[in-house]
């Protein structure tokens, strides 16, 4: 089974930078995915990890630690349009595609 | 289409009634998810299909709940007997995982779509 951690909510000031963090453990793995979520709309992409590192797209930075079951979304030089519900996912290994999201985390984003 | 198209945007039921929903995917994409997602929660897995086929139906909530995918592409969510707490947000996606025509490997990242919001009165 997986089972997938995420703060429920976090709250940062414009301008600045905030780190939400997920942990994981899975009985196999094949990738990791940062999704965002506004209000009453679908979730988006933001990003994917499958090796251990930083992925930079952006603003938005994420970083996988297989060995440690964890993960960081970075969110530089908020914006207020970042408020949103920031969801964690993760895809077993094999030919197995049950992608597992977290409960996610609601970030407001303050002046 | 562009994009992943689910219908009705907005259904609501009365208690006991039966409801279907309809997932179009992405072309081409061979994996399609049904979740759940109630009013300030995560998502919910229900089903997941390969093709046509399901290999997991383990978050269906119970015997009420049922799916089915033909030819591959568009899928319907039926829910018999509805109940009040069925009430939430069905969203549907599609992916396509491991190497495409061009022979690149891509994320397998999921699409979504804008949801079906069932209400059950």
């Known amino acids: 089974g997986q089972n997938i951690d995420q703060p429920t909510e976090m709250t940062a000031t414009e301008g600045a930078i905030v780190q939400i963090n997920c942990t994981y453990q899975t009985s196999g793995f094949n990738g990791l995915f940062w999704y965002q979520q506004h209000a009453g709309e679908a979730p988006t992409f933001l990003s994917y990890n499958v090796l251990d590192g930083l992925e930079e797209k952006g603003r938005f930075s994420s970083f996988l630690s297989r060995s440690k079951g964890y993960s960081y979304l970075l969110l530089k030089e908020l914006q207020m349009k970042d408020s949103a519900s920031y969801l964690c996912?993760?895809?077993?290994?094999?030919?197995?595609?049950?992608?597992?999201f977290g409960t996610g985390t609601k970030l407001q984003v303050i002046p | 289409g562009a994009g992943v198209s689910q219908s009705p945007s907005n259904k609501v039921t009365e208690k006991g009634k039966d409801v279907e929903l309809r997932c179009d995917p992405i072309s081409g994409h061979t994996a399609l998810y049904w979740y759940r997602q109630s009013l300030g929660q995560g998502l919910e897995f229900l089903i997941y299909f390969q093709g046509n086929s399901a290999p997991d139906k383990s978050g269906l909530p119970s015997d009420r709940f049922s799916a089915e995918r033909t030819g591959g592409s568009v899928s319907t969510l039926t829910i018999q007997r509805t109940q009040q707490e069925d009430s939430a947000v069905y969203l549907c996606a599609s992916s396509i995982f491991g190497r495409g025509l061009a022979g690149l490997a891509n994320t397998g990242e999921l699409f979504f779509g804008e949801g079906s919001r069932l209400t059950v009165l």
């Open positions: 996912a993760v895809r077993p290994s094999g030919g197995y595609q049950k992608v597992t």
